[in-house]
């Protein structure tokens, strides 16, 4: 399997960006987030495995980047991670997704996905993306992955346990007050052109920094809320192989299995920080 597909690269990812970055990231874990966390004597970092987490708190997610920083500040650098990265972010905000390449992030595809795995690293990944990201804040206690379970099609054709990732306080980071995306996809339909060319997948109006009100998913510069991070239980299945991979009932049932954990730990985790 090729480390490489469509220019994005296993290999982009450099160490001393990551340990330069790694102050900032201590700085904010332990005094602008104050993130409490648990868990993570069930990571085994030279076994492979997909973590599976909830997106929150807009395009700034910083539970995304304080799991990032508590892998790398307990394993190091020669146990790499890889997160799957909507390519559509090298078109929308070039910047931002170079830097993103060099702390470890590829391209969202299963080619990318299988090789990370198959040379022994893990692979992170959203499955909820831009809606889940954006969900209203009454939805802020959901497990949100809109049914996409191409995640669990790669660790069952992988063979490799699924880790959920969940997180509390993250999505308070601002305040999604709706996603108006049929509304802006009618819109678009009638010629307004969406930014840079890209279909943002969703349209919120949120209130956050240093916009005040916003409308679409424009970055944000997250507020100071304390972040509540879980790493749960290793998940296996029953089955694993490619025999599996097309038997949509068994592929519905471990989905199902996965977002029931998910949403059960999470509830659980919320009621605590409550």
Not at 144 to 159: M, N, P, S, V, Y
Not at 195 to 214: K, R, S, T
């Amino acid at each position: 399997m090729s480390k490489s597909y469509q220019g994005w690269s296993l290999n982009d990812r450099e160490p001393a960006a990551i340990a330069s970055l790694l102050p900032f990231y201590d700085w904010a874990y332990h005094h602008y987030f104050r993130v409490q966390t648990s868990g993570w004597e069930q990571v085994t970092p030279d076994q492979p495995a997909l973590f599976v987490g909830s997106h929150n708190g807009g395009l700034a997610a910083p539970d995304m980047h304080m799991f990032i920083y508590d892998w790398y500040r307990r394993f190091g650098y020669d146990h790499p991670a890889y997160g799957l990265m909507h390519p559509n972010m090298w078109t929308a905000l070039p910047p931002v997704a170079e830097m993103a390449a060099k702390l470890g992030a590829v391209r969202a595809h299963p080619k990318m996905a299988i090789a990370a795995l198959r040379q022994g690293a893990s692979v992170l990944v959203y499955p909820g993306g831009t809606r889940d990201v954006f969900r209203p804040a009454n939805l802020s206690d959901r497990i949100h992955f809109r049914e996409h379970k191409g995640f669990i099609k790669l660790a069952l054709r992988q063979k490799v346990p699924i880790v959920p990732l969940i997180s509390w306080g993250a999505h308070a980071t601002l305040m999604v007050l709706a996603d108006c995306y049929e509304q802006a996809q009618q819109l678009h339909r009638w010629g307004m052109p969406w930014l840079f060319g890209v279909d943002p997948a969703a349209f919120p109006i949120y209130l956050g920094w240093p916009w005040g009100l916003a409308l679409g998913p424009a970055p944000n510069i997250p507020w100071p809320v304390q972040i509540h991070t879980r790493v749960c239980a290793p998940i296996w299945f029953e089955a694993y192989g490619r025999e599996v991979l097309t038997d949509a009932g068994y592929i519905d049932a471990c989905y199902q299995q996965v977002v029931a954990a998910m949403q059960g730990e999470l509830d659980k985790l919320a009621t605590a920080c409550r």
